[in-house]
């Protein structure tokens, strides 16, 4: 969900050429959240920045930039004559009643106070504002439509990432397959052992044994949490491979195969398979983190 955009912008109202700047930052986030900062006096179009971009993106937390030039943009300075003599008439008199402790004020010192000048600029009537509002946001469209080629491109290489990451979860999952097929026959070996150690004089019932044997197979078998996996697996490859925004849907796939290589983890009666299973953990944690860069 990275990515930047930049658009500038330019047309000519009123024998005035306005010159505008966009710009666009994305970086991660579970939903769609857009701040944008405004040049004063377009406060207003924060809503209409939000609705425009949640056409182009889904998730991310953006941030959106306006910076408006008038070129030829002139500028009057307006006096309170009034207030300048007032100011003027106390300085005088402060100034002969300190003789000596303090200076008199300057004029430049008089203008500077604040309420004395006020810069009035040329403004645009009505329907020159609505155009220039018109144009910023059809250049605003064109940002975003940047924006979501930009995250686009840096989605492929992360993509790449994500299917090497799944990659070697599948070849963990396969090694932890081929090992639960000789499950049941170390089980059988490992019990005869404890019989044999600590039963040896005494006669113990085959079925009884056969029962035992059963309960021992049927709590370590993870033959369903294998297929779970797998089926995890193929669904993200193909979510992998849709043009569309994904990272939702294999947000939930990261907590499946998780609660997958726990449970795998909890049953598991070989330290191979539990040090897989670690393993996998692992894995599916990088390939989490992977997912939170995607829309």
């Given at each position: 969900m990275t990515g930047f955009a930049r658009v500038n912008g330019q047309c000519v109202l009123g024998g005035e050429t306005i010159d505008w700047l966009w710009e666009a930052k994305s970086v991660n986030g579970k939903g769609l959240e857009i701040k944008s900062r405004m040049p004063l006096g377009y406060d207003d179009l924060g809503l209409v920045l939000k609705n425009e971009a949640a056409k182009y993106l889904v998730r991310g937390n953006v941030?959106?930039?306006?910076e408006i030039n008038r070129a030829n943009n002139h500028k009057k300075a307006v006096?309170?004559?009034?207030?300048?003599?007032?100011l003027t008439q106390k300085a005088i008199e402060l100034a002969d009643k300190f003789k000596g402790k303090i200076t008199a004020s300057s004029a430049a010192e008089l203008l500077s106070l604040k309420g004395v000048v006020e810069i009035e600029e040329?403004?645009?009537?009505?329907?020159?504002?609505?155009i220039l509002t018109q144009k910023m946001i059809e250049d605003f469209d064109k940002l975003c439509e940047n924006l979501k080629k930009d995250r686009k491109s840096e989605g492929k290489k992360i993509a790449l990432a994500l299917a090497d990451l799944l990659d070697k979860i599948e070849e963990l999952v396969k090694l932890i397959e081929a090992k639960t097929e000789s499950l049941p026959e170390k089980l059988r070996q490992k019990l005869k052992e404890q019989l044999d150690k600590f039963a040896k004089d005494v006669e113990v019932d085959e079925d009884k044994i056969a029962q035992e044997l059963v309960l021992l197979v049927t709590r370590a078998d993870i033959r369903e949490e294998?297929?779970?996996l797998k089926a995890h697996i193929n669904a993200a490859r193909e979510l992998l491979g849709k043009e569309e925004a994904v990272g939702r849907r294999l947000d939930f796939l990261c907590q499946?195969?998780?609660?997958?290589?726990?449970?795998?983890?909890?049953?598991?009666?070989?330290?191979?398979?539990t040090n897989w299973a670690m393993e996998l953990k692992v894995l599916i944690e990088q390939f989490r983190e992977q997912v939170q860069n995607i829309e």
């Open positions: 941030s959106f930039n306006l006096v309170d004559e009034a207030f300048l003599m007032e040329n403004a645009l009537d009505e329907e020159e504002q609505k294998i297929d779970r499946e195969l998780n609660r997958e290589a726990n449970t795998t983890c909890s049953k598991s009666v070989d330290i191979e398979i």
